[in-house]
């Protein structure tokens, strides 16, 4: 919250590159975690049901081998994925609410949630994986500039922030089963850590509702649509931007403007 305030003063850091990697990576490895994940969830879910997904002790389905260690690397990559903020702030852009909020409360509720040995935490980890897989991938692609590409990726700009809502439903269903039967069944019955069901319920409530309103004010006509001559001003501005100028709900998730531009800027909704 500070580091805006610091660098206010010096330029922009010309970060296009380490940017580009950095994306790739994450995509990749979060390619790698659901590749490792999803397929036990599935033949888990598929050989004994919901409720044991949601209520077993995980260290009797997924705690150990290859499905253990990429759910034990899902909870440590929630502090590299800090590093995302690092990037918008030398790049002197804005830290939007949503962003700072869901990546520190993710923090806190992964970190608790594994410290409690919570029983659903496959299913956070697996549907995560499944996501940022997709959506670093379109931040990868972004940020090449390439105008076809970026003409190809903004159209999919609705799916990602779909499946962002329909990973707030999920992972609410989830936790509201785990919350109904550790309440009328117990701990004993049903391995979920009380808090964490009630820090997980706030949670997915919060992000849905956020991500909503944002997808509803960029693809539902909530945001009135700016002039020819404010669309002109947006897209000079998009070409200098040392990111990637995404004008849509992935890139607003991030910020797309600078901490102090030279003059007011009003982003058209595509």
């Not at 995404?246 to 607003?252: I, K, L, P, R, T």
Request: net charge positive; hydrophobic share 45%.
């Amino acid at each position: 919250m500070c580091m805006p305030v610091y660098l206010k003063g010096p330029p922009a850091l010309p970060l296009r590159l380490l940017w580009t990697l950095w994306n790739l990576f994450l995509s990749l490895f979060s390619w790698a975690g659901a590749i490792r994940t999803v397929p036990h969830m599935y033949d888990t879910l598929s050989a004994h049901g919901f409720k044991y997904t949601v209520c077993t002790n995980p260290f009797d389905w997924y705690s150990d081998g290859p499905v253990g260690l990429w759910t034990g690397l899902f909870i440590f990559s929630k502090i590299p994925e800090l590093v995302d903020t690092v990037f918008l702030v030398l790049q002197k852009k804005p830290v939007i609410f949503l962003h700072w909020f869901h990546h520190t409360t993710v923090l806190v509720y992964c970190w608790h949630a594994f410290l409690s040995a919570v029983g659903p935490g496959l299913w956070f980890a697996s549907m995560n994986y499944s996501v940022h897989s997709v959506m670093y991938l379109y931040y990868f692609l972004m940020s090449l500039r390439n105008p076809t590409v970026r003409k190809i990726c903004k159209m999919f700009a609705p799916f990602i922030t779909s499946i962002q809502l329909l990973q707030m439903v999920v992972g609410g269903v989830v936790t509201f089963w785990g919350a109904y039967w550790t309440i009328n069944e117990g701990t004993n019955n049903c391995h979920v850590d009380p808090a964490n069901y009630k820090l997980g319920m706030a949670m997915y409530v919060s992000y849905f509702c956020l991500f909503a309103v944002l997808f509803y004010n960029l693809y539902l006509g909530g945001k009135k649509k700016a002039t020819k001559k404010e669309t002109k001003e947006v897209k000079k501005d998009e070409e200098d931007d040392k990111i990637c100028g995404v004008v849509d709900a992935a890139g607003m998730f991030r910020g797309t403007s600078r901490v102090s531009p030279p003059r007011a800027r009003t982003r058209r909704v595509e």
